[in-house]
């Protein structure tokens, strides 16, 4: 898991390890996205002052100068183009010093096992089966609250690619470094799919009964339904979902120039391979343990559902996560623009001494401005 201030924390069971990432920082800035709202703001500021001296200049009697009125007004001008300042900087939220704290870990495990096989190259989908297959994966992986997950990849054989973890960046590297290449053995068991992960749930302290199946449902060595005998004995129900269509496509080469006609797999004596989705053998898997069946041919939508099953599933509570991150500073900020604004507030229209009448400033827009920054700031701090 990456925190906030860029600090990655790794979970092994209940062993963590702290990685500060920004040590030699002096000082950072954890809120970026009010950039344009500050550039907004400075532009009609400047715009303001720009009309107000064409205005001025205008608008005064030839030969009479106002001198007590526009030393005010100048310092008025000053006080809130410091404050655009102090805004931005506040909003930016300046971070340094440090400190460390411990966030609660809970949340539901989820084990996905993803088919690498050749016909996952298959271009049905586009722009691969196996690519869709990693979007659905990755989708999954970012939308869990706080739970861990797990990765296995198949094709004739199967092995355990990610262990259980919560840390989903090192998740995502995993998944797209995932290919044909990654597995030894060409063809597609999902018999040895299933019994990876049937090892994991036997072994592991798995906190959701969940196992989520990805394939275009092919299986070489048809002992898929077989194996789906232990998982019903661990109550552990199997989500199967499905990539590529049923009238199916021909197997590309993974790997060819760009402007390189399309090389095809053949089967040895010159004719091309076409591999189409196996829907009655998902369905059978899910049906068998209780599970569903998802197509995600047409898009990813569908995986909700596995997060729905998942989120009502028994939340585990893992070890507690030690952050190390920087302090927030920008309270001093925010206090000295209060009193800046106070100021600028208290400051009369017009110079008594002199007696000279001023004018309406034209930057009050802009003061409205930061105060409609600052509390939309301070509500997005709230949410």
Not at 365 to 377: H, N, Q, R, T, W
Request: net charge neutral; aromatic share 10%; proline share 3%.
């Amino acid at each position: 898991m990456v925190s906030s201030s860029g600090n990655r924390v790794f979970l092994y069971g209940n062993h963590f390890e702290i990685f500060d990432l920004q040590e030699d920082t002096l000082m950072e800035f954890g809120n970026y996205k009010y950039v344009l709202y500050i550039l907004n703001a400075a532009s009609v500021t400047l715009a303001s002052y720009l009309f107000y001296m064409f205005w001025r200049k205008k608008s005064s009697p030839a030969g009479i100068k106002i001198l007590g009125s526009r030393k005010i007004m100048r310092a008025k001008n000053v006080i809130i183009i410091v404050s655009i300042m102090l805004a931005a900087f506040t909003l930016m939220e300046p971070r340094w010093g440090e400190r460390t704290r411990s966030v609660d870990n809970e949340g539901s495990d989820v084990v996905i096992a993803m088919d690498v096989s050749l016909s996952m190259l298959a271009e049905d989908v586009k722009p691969s089966r196996l690519e869709r297959a990693k979007s659905a994966v990755k989708w999954v992986a970012e939308s869990l609250a706080g739970g861990r997950v797990a990765l296995i990849l198949f094709a004739g054989d199967s092995f355990l690619s990610c262990p259980l973890t919560s840390d989903i960046g090192a998740f995502m590297m995993f998944t797209d470094s995932a290919s044909p290449d990654s597995v030894r053995l060409l063809g597609t068991d999902i018999g040895k799919a299933l019994t990876a992960g049937k090892k994991i749930f036997e072994k592991k302290r798995i906190s959701s009964k969940i196992f989520v199946l990805i394939t275009d449902g092919e299986d070489n060595e048809g002992k898929a339904l077989s194996a789906v005998e232990p998982f019903k004995e661990l109550g552990v129900s199997i989500y199967t979902v499905g990539v590529g269509r049923t009238e199916g496509d021909f197997i590309p080469y993974a790997v060819r120039e760009p402007d390189e006609a399309p090389k095809i797999y053949d089967d040895g004596s010159g004719n091309p391979v076409r591999t189409r989705k196996n829907i009655d053998l998902l369905r059978k898997l899910a049906d068998e343990t209780n599970g569903k069946y998802i197509d995600i041919t047409e898009d990813i939508s569908g995986m909700r559902r596995v997060l729905d099953a998942v989120s009502e599933q028994t939340k585990e509570k893992y070890a507690a996560k030690i952050i190390k991150e920087k302090e927030e500073k920008f309270m001093f900020f925010a206090f000295l623009l209060m009193i800046l604004l106070s100021v600028e507030i208290m400051m009369p229209e017009k110079n008594h001494i002199f007696g000279t009448s001023g004018r309406e400033n034209p930057l009050k827009p802009s003061f409205a401005y930061i105060l409609a920054l600052m509390g939309k700031f301070k509500s997005g701090k709230q949410g």
